[in-house]
């Protein structure tokens, strides 16, 4: 059996918790980076008898559109999967759910789900440092769990949370370049949906960005952001809802 990591993971919080689950699984992985350049991607070479763990992000309480956009295109071969939604401390409403219809309408064999806490993509202070001392033992018997059942004959699902019709998707944020910028370009190198103009890399193509906050995580300059408004405006809705710390779920 190989494991095959297949993540979307713009701030480093969901390949964290990809990363820290298949660690307990004890096997090494294969990792496919879909939040890069479309023309970067390397789409994975399954087995019917491999395990993928697919990762992305919560955002607003849905999976990022480019995200399922891209998983849409993995030949899964019949294989074993299990489908890890990570939110900011805030909940995951029905991306969980999401990532679950999507995996089995592409091919994959659904055996268990994840929602896992990192630190929120916009306002970092919520989920701050997570996953942490106190998860990374909990992600690692996770993934030993799941790898115990996979390396069996049972295929069963309990009920994933959420709701169909997911939840319309929110509006979140796009942020643009700020005083500072120096016009270095890391930003729209990296940016996934190509939103970013190299020409004019204090800009957004406000059709093509996804508020993945990539570009905000990699500014060397740190100039990139949604500004200070928008930031107090952000952190007092969020305040109330993140306020107590959530917990790792596991459906097994």
Known sequence: MKIHQI???PTGGTRRVSEILCQGMGIESVVTDLCVKAADIRFPAINEDDLAVIAMPVFAGRVPALAAERLRKVNPHNAKCVVVAVF???????ALLEMHDMATAS???VIA????????SIIRKYGKGRPDADDEPM??????DILRKAEGTDCTMPPVPGHRPYKKAGKVPQPKGRRGCNRCGVCARQCPADAIPLTAPKTVDTAKCISCMRCVSVC?????GIGSVMDFLATQALKKVCATRKANELYL
Do not use: C, K, W
């Open 7 to 9: 993540i979307f993971s």
């Open 88 to 94: 900011g401390n805030r909940a995951y409403d029905d």
């Open 107 to 109: 091919g994959f064999r």
């Open 113 to 120: 789900a994840v929602a896992a806490v990192a630190e929120h």
């Open 139 to 144: 992600l690692r018997q996770f993934g030993a």
């Open 220 to 224: 060397p300059a740190r100039s990139r």
